[in-house]
């Protein structure tokens, strides 16, 4: 456990306020205990806790100066304030309020104005690390909760359909249609929706049984998206539900369902794990396939070649 957060034996002198446990780190915990401690502070600490407490967003996004000139106290009286609550010093106290923000429970807004402030005060190098560590964690998280077997009962039934139709909207969107795009080099049973023009219900309009739909959206869930599932399953499509929870309503009753972790530093969801798990779904379906899609996908690249799509290297 890293300083920010090793938990501290001794009761704070100050006030004889018993110092926080490990669990009691949490945001909510500490300005509850903030509340608890307010009526025997100092009036100088007393009004920097106020402020604290009014303002709670400002906790991650802001600096000591910034926060201390918000509420007209001394930052060395933000240092008092953290002691009281058992940290060595204001940056320990701040620590799971920016934690909050990297796992993304603040507000967006919140958490754009976090990394502005990273870059206000050099530590884009922070901002840098935080990003890595994300992106492998999630990579990490989301296939430690997926087995084989998982994958290769989503893929068979993809295979043996009809149709596939692949759902995502915003950023989704572009994933769904890379997925597509890709499996469209050996099949042609892969759909993206929306169409340019269209709604997802109406691209549904004739699907039925024989088809699967693969579903995409996570918090906060796109209505359209959720919808669209609640009419495929109505008309006995076979669900793949993509998301960030098992709770997720394309998730929770879907035949198939994968979580993905979506976790990063940046104020919108990260989609490394689900462009992750959508090329490891395509090379499943690709796997039990007939020997046949081998022959299209080396036919549909020989033919890139001979139209000049692809520049040729020299060799010589």
């Known amino acids: 456990m890293d300083n920010s957060y090793r938990t501290i034996v001794h009761s704070s002198i100050m006030n004889d306020i018993n110092v926080p446990s490990s669990d009691q780190y949490a945001p909510p915990d500490l300005l509850g205990r903030l509340t608890t401690a307010l009526a025997s502070l100092t009036p100088e600490v007393r009004k920097a806790a106020t402020f604290v407490l009014e303002n709670p967003n400002e906790v ?3 600096s000591i ?5 918000a509420a007209d106290v001394k930052p060395n009286t933000l240092v008092r304030m953290a002691r009281v609550l058992g940290f060595d010093g204001y940056e320990d106290f701040r620590e799971p309020f920016r934690e909050e923000i990297r796992r993304g429970t603040a507000s967006f807004p919140d958490r754009a104005r976090w990394l502005q402030s990273l870059s206000q005060s050099g530590k884009l190098g922070s901002l840098y690390a935080d990003m890595v560590n994300s992106a492998l964690r999630n990579i990490e998280e989301t296939f430690a909760g997926i087995d084989e077997k998982a994958l290769k009962s989503a893929a068979d039934d993809i295979w043996a359909s009809r149709q596939v139709f692949v ?50 959206t996570c918090k906060p869930y796109r209505s359209e998206v959720v919808e669209a599932v609640r009419i495929a399953r109505e008309q006995g499509l076979t669900i793949v539900g993509i998301s960030d929870s098992p709770a997720s309503p394309i998730v929770a009753g879907s035949r198939h369902g994968f979580v993905v972790a979506a976790d990063t530093p940046q104020f919108f969801p990260s989609s490394v794990s689900t462009i992750a798990l959508l090329e490891t779904l395509l090379s499943f379906v690709i796997a039990s396939a007939d020997s046949e899609i081998v022959g299209r996908v080396k036919k549909f690249h020989e033919r890139r070649h001979e139209l000049g799509i692809y520049v040729e290297e020299e060799t010589g």
């Open 167 to 216: 759902l995502g909207v915003g950023v989704n969107n572009s994933n769904v249609r890379n997925f597509a795009y890709l499996a469209a080099t050996g099949m042609e049973q892969f759909h993206p929706i929306p169409k340019p023009g269209s709604t997802a219900v109406d691209d549904l309009a004739r699907a039925d049984e024989r088809d699967v739909l693969i579903a995409i």
């Open 60 to 62: 991650g996004v802001s």
């Open 65 to 69: 100066r910034e926060i201390a000139t």
